[in-house]
């Protein structure tokens, strides 16, 4: 039996090329197609009509709503119509209404799901500025070093509409944060740390740089991604930064304790103290709060543990060849400095090997 995989297309305000996308899908025998009319205004029912009548043959379903809700909420109507129509489907494909995604690179989304049931499928396309609308090349190239340092999880195109995703993640998906186009980016920080991604080269396709229409404003909907990567980041701080005010106290106080008993060794020792109390409390709240880790709590906390003795020797060594160099500095001054370095590396390496309980992108 062929594994039911229906395609999803939000639209808004299509030209004739979601005709021509429809009329290839079906000449291939594709679908079923779930189209959502996202809020376009009266003078595009004509072609919605036409798109309706396409589908519905195949067994596909239009849904239309005004007004204009987003990019995010379109596909949420959409999941939300499979898992209570389509109880037996594998997943779902979703694809954009302008002309980008052919049928054979649906395809191939469509067959990299049904091989791997259980990944977050990504449409990824080459981009290189002269050959592409600046607006898409702005909107991937800016956030893709963002995506990784933040999700841990290297994606090569963090725009893609072309995306193949399992039924339990979709189901999820629904619920999800986001009603525009940040929610894609959402959709991808689920995906960390919980599904594995695998991307599958496609076609870049644009009619010119001046003709191509995108309904992404790059100011707008670039900051409701970047609030949406900033989220996460914030959390991370939070916890971060308790864990320093913490660790800084126990620091300075064990230092006035310590300094004239122990003159060599007393910024490690006092860096030691206070790292153990401070690092065990960054690791129940990172946890649980931050990375909402599934990892194995032994094999997580004993990650930690090595990232913490690797992070104090480090700071232990540097503040003291610093204070050896430059006798008089101030150590707990230094300390707050070299540490704030070693706290951004240590939030790439928690995310990416820590708390990730997944081995997260095959390409």
């Known amino acids: 039996m062929t594994a039911l995989v229906p395609i999803v297309i939000p639209s808004y305000e299509p030209d004739g090329r979601l005709i021509s996308l429809l009329e290839d899908l079906d000449s291939k ?17 004509p072609i919605f009509k036409q798109a309706e009548a396409l589908i519905t043959k195949r067994g596909g379903k239009f849904i239309a709503y005004r007004p204009n809700r987003g990019k995010g909420r379109a596909l949420k109507t959409a999941f939300s119509y499979i898992a209570e129509n389509m109880p037996d489907a594998l997943g779902c494909v979703t694809a954009d209404s302008d002309g980008q995604h052919t049928p054979e690179c649906i395809t191939k989304i469509t067959d990299t799901l049904k091989a791997n049931p259980d990944n977050l499928i990504l449409g990824v396309r080459k981009f290189e500025k002269k050959d592409i609308p600046w607006k898409s090349w702005f909107g991937n190239t800016v956030t893709i070093s963002v995506f990784s340092y933040v999700a841990g999880m290297r994606v090569s ?3 893609s509409g072309l995306r193949g995703i399992p039924f339990a993640f979709m189901k999820e998906l629904i619920d999800c944060k986001g009603e525009r186009f940040e929610y894609e980016m959402q959709m991808l920080l689920e995906c960390a740390g919980r599904y594995d991604l695998t991307e599958v080269p496609i076609q870049t396709i644009y009619d010119s740089k001046e003709s191509h229409q ?9 900051l409701r991604i970047y ?8 959390k991370f701080i939070f916890a971060s930064l308790s864990s320093f005010v913490i660790d800084i106290i126990l620091f300075h106080l064990l230092v006035l304790l ?16 206070a790292r153990v109390i401070s690092a065990f409390y960054n690791y129940l709240i990172n946890y649980k709060f931050v990375f909402k880790s599934r990892a194995s709590k032994t094999t997580s906390l004993a990650k930690y543990a090595l990232l913490a003795v690797i992070q104090m020797g480090l ?3 540097i503040v003291s060849l610093f204070v050896h160099i430059f006798p008089g500095s101030p150590e707990t001054l230094v300390k707050a400095i070299v540490d704030t370095i070693l706290f951004l590396l240590s939030y790439a390496v928690q995310q990416r090997f820590v708390f990730s309980s997944k081995n997260k992108n095959k390409s």
Do not use: C, W
């Not at 995108?214 to 670039?222: N, V």
């Not at 609030?227 to 914030?234: D, E």
């Not at 300094?259 to 030691?272: E, G, M, N």
């Open 315 to 317: 700071s232990a060594g």
């Open 227 to 234: 609030k949406i990567l900033g989220k996460k980041f914030v």
């Open 29 to 45: 025998g594709m679908g079923p197609v779930i189209i959502v009319n996202d809020g376009s205004s009266e003078e595009y029912d």
């Open 157 to 159: 195109d963090t725009q």
């Open 214 to 222: 995108t309904h992404f404003k790059p100011i707008r909907d670039s």
């Open 258 to 273: 310590l300094r004239d008993s122990f003159p060599l060794f007393y910024i490690t020792i006092a860096t030691v103290g």
